[in-house]
Nanobody
Framework: QVQLVESGGGLVQAGESLTLSCDAS????????MGWYRQAPGKQRELVAF???????NYADFVKGRFTISRDNARVRVYLQMSNLKSDDTALYYC????????WGQGTQVTVSS
């Protein structure tokens, strides 16, 4: 049973923007904070941002001021708006419950060319 489906990734140039979407199951989404993570080749997965069930957003320092996380409770969806992208943002991006991650989805690839 697929509970997390990420989409919206792509290849962009440095300085451009992308918006990622995550469709989650109601069971995962409704009572939990939801976050976006990323994993670059050869690196550990890291938390990029998360949003609480009441909509409070929190960001890793390396994306503050550039990324915006939001959730649409009616659509059971989480978004990550990314602007001023850098080559260091190149990674496979995943969404998941925060904390107590469940099984990971396939992720969506973001590649930023410099």
């Amino acid at each position: 049973q697929v509970q997390l489906v990420e989409s919206g990734g792509g290849l962009v140039q440095a300085g451009e923007s992308l918006t990622l979407s995550c469709d989650a199951s109601v069971r995962v989404f409704s009572r939990n904070s939801m976050g976006w993570y990323r994993q670059a080749p050869g690196k550990q997965r890291e938390l990029v941002a998360f949003v609480t069930k009441d909509g409070t957003a929190n960001y890793a320092d390396f994306v503050k001021g550039r990324f915006t996380i939001s959730r649409d409770n009616a659509r059971v969806r989480v978004y990550l708006q990314m602007s001023n992208l850098k080559s260091d943002d190149t990674a496979l991006y995943y969404c998941n419950r925060v904390p107590n991650n469940i099984e990971w989805g396939q992720g969506t690839q973001v590649t930023v060319s410099s």
